[in-house]
């Protein structure tokens, strides 16, 4: 015997767990934090008028730093736990607001005009803009991963060597 679970078989998920009032309430409380704070941060940079450019590279950043967050809480919390709530709270609810992909695509959109006031343009034009915006977001997402397999590692013992 493998010391699996024997009601839980190769095709089967394991049972999911149920969510309470303290979880909804800490994802809630967490969400409007985490939100506050990336919005903090990426106004505390001046833009000028005609260069969204520091804005990007502050978002960017908030979203580097939130996947690295994530990656260290998930390492410190697989060795000592945290109550369900509060890792939810934490995880779900600040940093998975923090890190806000839809604040890259609403970013993306503006930066582009592509955003809701857009005018008809080429449709190449438009093609490219929207090829360059996912090519965008895919650096993004591998500097994202990146960041969070560094937070696992330093928030593992010896991971750091």
């Known amino acids: 015997m493998s010391g699996r679970d024997p009601g839980v078989g190769r095709d089967q998920a394991p049972p999911r767990e149920s969510l309470t009032a303290a979880m909804v309430l800490a994802v809630a409380a967490g969400g409007m934090a985490g939100t506050l704070a990336r919005w903090l941060l990426v106004e505390v940079v001046p833009s000028p008028a005609d260069s969204p450019i520091p804005g990007w590279l502050m978002l960017s950043g908030v979203n580097l730093l939130g996947a ?56 190449v034009a438009l093609a490219l803009v929207a090829l360059g915006v996912v090519a965008a977001l895919a650096v993004s997402a591998a500097l994202g991963t990146a960041a969070a397999l560094a937070g696992l590692r330093a928030g593992t013992p010896g991971g750091t060597r």
């Open 68 to 123: 690295f967050l994530l990656g260290l809480l998930t390492a410190r919390t697989s060795r000592r736990p945290l109550p369900r709530w509060l890792r939810a709270g934490l995880g779900v609810g600040v940093l998975g607001s923090f890190t806000s992909l839809s604040a890259v695509v609403l970013a993306a959109a503006l930066v582009t005009g592509l955003g809701p006031q857009a005018a008809p343009g080429e449709p």
